[in-house]
Nanobody
Framework: QVQLVESGGGLVQAGGSLRLACAVSERTISPYPMAWFRQALGKERESVAALSWNGGTTLYADSVKGRFTISRDNAKNTMYLQMNSLKPEDTAVYYC?????????????????WGQGTQVTVSS
């Protein structure tokens, strides 16, 4: 069973930055396209960013384009989300996910494995 563990969340002021990490328990995450999703209190889960198994393809939600960067280090079995110019509306629990299929996807239904989430709070 693949286990995903997020870290790096916290409280930051608007305009600040955070870097989330997602560590994967599998011996290698190389085969898995992965993604970040988020869910704000009282709202539905939404996609943030996704990338292919080698990082060659990246997808972003319009709301984070130009501010967030998704990346991965397969040698370290870890995926990252660099978040810059944070806004109060970015406040949410952030989840990482991995899928057995091919290609980066922004639909949560496409993903098979999920982490427990890490809270990101952006104060105004």
């Amino acid at each position: 069973q693949v286990q995903l563990v997020e870290s790096g969340g916290g409280l930051v002021q608007a305009g600040g930055s955070l870097r989330l990490a997602c560590a994967v328990s599998e011996r290698t995450i190389s085969p898995y396209p992965m993604a970040w999703f988020r869910q704000a209190l009282g709202k539905e889960r939404e996609s943030v960013a996704a990338l292919s198994w080698n990082g060659g393809t990246t997808l972003y939600a319009d709301s984070v384009k130009g501010r967030f960067t998704i990346s991965r280090d397969n040698a370290k079995n870890t995926m990252y989300l660099q978040m810059n110019s944070l806004k109060p509306e970015d406040t949410a629990v952030y989840y990482c996910a991995a899928r057995r299929g091919l290609g980066a996807k922004l639909r949560g239904e496409e993903y098979d494995y999920w982490g427990q989430g890490t809270q990101v709070t952006v104060s105004s």
